[in-house]
């Protein structure tokens, strides 16, 4: 099966990036990377903290480690919950172990359900990034903006009220986004 010849077009594809927000250049053509103290490597630590409703919509696509088999999917339902449970306590140990700090990705749903849980991270000195609202809501083309804006205004708001923070990054839920997305993140 061929594609048709304008399967790969959209409004502001051209050569480089498809928006104006940073200058694009090959990176052949950039200069090396240059860490503080000359190090060699950085390591960006970001644990994901996210919420998997039971019931998901799917839609346009399922995220990663959505439910599986028929409603109630307890099974898949439970190992998601896991990591909001136990295993993000075992992360926050490991890096207290070796003096490392994170940022971690956060759902709007997270900050609802298990405030301690966000305020754990807070306490550690973790920078909040915004998640989405909850990995059923995600951000795409075919999404209204004015329902996107929503989702965004409310994921940010719920976050800044629970953790004190500004909270200026993003993440959107299941790496998806719009060609609105970063706008309406200004």
């Known amino acids: 099966m061929t594609m048709p010849d304008d399967y790969l077009q959209y409004a502001n594809r051209r050569y480089g990036m498809d928006h104006d927000r ?16 000359g190090a060699r490597v950085a390591l960006w630590v970001v644990p994901a ?4 409703p039971l019931d998901m919509a799917g839609k346009p696509f399922k995220p990663p480690g959505a439910m599986q088999t028929a409603y109630p999917d307890l099974r898949h339902y439970t190992l998601r919950d896991y990591g909001n449970r136990i295993g993000i306590f075992r992360i926050m140990q490991a ?10 990705a956060v759902n709007a749903a997270v900050a609802v359900r298990y405030p301690s849980l966000l305020q754990a991270c807070v306490a550690r000195h973790w920078e909040i990034i915004a998640n989405g ?23 940010l708001n719920t976050l800044r009220a629970a953790s004190g923070q500004a909270v200026r990054g993003w993440l959107s839920p299941a790496k998806s986004e719009s060609s609105a997305t970063l706008d309406l993140l200004r």
């Open 95 to 104: 890096l207290e172990r070796h003096g490392i700090r994170a940022s971690v």
């Open 133 to 155: 609202q909850d990995m059923d809501h995600l951000h795409h083309g075919g999404l209204a903006r004015e329902v996107e804006q929503a989702l965004v205004a409310n994921t």
């Open 22 to 37: 940073y200058d694009w250049s090959m990176l052949s053509a950039r200069k090396p990377v240059a860490w503080p103290n």
């Open 49 to 52: 903290l996210e919420w998997f």
